[in-house]
């Protein structure tokens, strides 16, 4: 019966909006709740990999760049304050200290025996969620969490993204990105390189790879993705060219 169940919730994610076929649709999924001990967290067995995350999205713009990777200082706070910690690193979060979230939130990072790193989420001393990354990352990736409000109800989104460094820039891995809604956490998109999810499906039915994204950030109204589109030297100088995607509900109402 499970298995039937689990079948049925992939058919569903494959449904495609009549208006768009930029627009994705499926249940909701549900995130499981967990007291605030460590112990219930270490043992918490429903993750970002048992859920199919709602989405009602569409690119609504595409910028193209001769620069689209990130730069060195998006990932300062991280190296600064989280990279090979284990415990709490809530201050290296982007946005967190103007957040509505702010003395309500805390952070936990820890490195598990697979080298795999997980954050836990505790809302006012109550674990709440949680994710840990799929891929393997090379010992310089970087990670990064940023608060923003991208749809103007007042509540911040979180974003939870992580980044391997190459020989050139940085290229994006994995990213997770929750909102909550009636009290409850649950995904709103999320990506990994080496799955299909919702952002790749998006990207692929528009013309982008999903398989050389470079950067993702919160914004006003939207989600920046930032999608490599070749790259080349010139006189010495390296241009890593792409498009920078403008994501936003298909709700939401852009100036």
């Not at 697979?114 to 891929?135: A, C, D, L, P, W």
């Not at 980044?163 to 891995?173: A, E, K, N, V």
């Not at 998109?189 to 999810?197: F, Q, R």
Request: proline letters at 2%; hydrophobic letters at 35%.
């Amino acid at each position: 019966m499970k298995s039937k169940i689990l079948v049925m919730a992939a058919l569903t994610m494959l449904l495609i909006n009549g208006c768009s076929s930029n627009i994705y649709q499926a249940e909701e999924p549900e995130i499981s709740e967990a007291d605030e001990t460590d112990n219930q967290a270490e043992n918490m067995t429903k993750s970002v990999d048992d859920v199919n995350p709602n989405t009602d999205f569409l690119i609504l713009d595409a910028v193209y760049c001769d620069n689209v990777s990130t730069t060195e200082d998006k990932f300062a706070p991280f190296f600064d304050i989280a990279y090979g910690k284990t415990g709490e690193v809530t201050s290296f979060a982007d946005g967190y200290n103007t957040s509505s979230f702010e003395g309500e939130i805390t952070i936990k990072r820890k490195t598990e025996e697979s080298s795999h790193v997980k954050y836990i989420f505790y809302e006012n001393n109550k674990m709440t969620f949680q994710t840990q990354n799929r891929n393997d990352m090379a010992w310089n990736g970087a990670e990064y969490i940023q608060f923003k409000d991208i749809n103007g109800d007042g509540c911040e989104e979180i974003l939870i993204a992580y980044y391997t460094r190459g020989t050139r820039i940085y290229s994006l891995i994995e990213f997770y990105i929750f909102e909550k809604e009636n009290d409850k956490w649950k995904i709103m998109l999320n990506y990994d390189v080496n799955d299909e999810t919702n952002v790749s499906k998006m990207l692929k039915d528009s013309g982008y790879s999903s398989e050389k994204l470079v950067d993702v950030r919160l914004e006003e109204n939207y989600i920046e993705v930032s999608v490599l589109d070749g790259d080349e030297f010139i006189d010495g100088i390296y241009y890593p060219r792409g498009y920078q995607l403008k994501i936003t509900d298909n709700t939401q109402v852009m100036d």
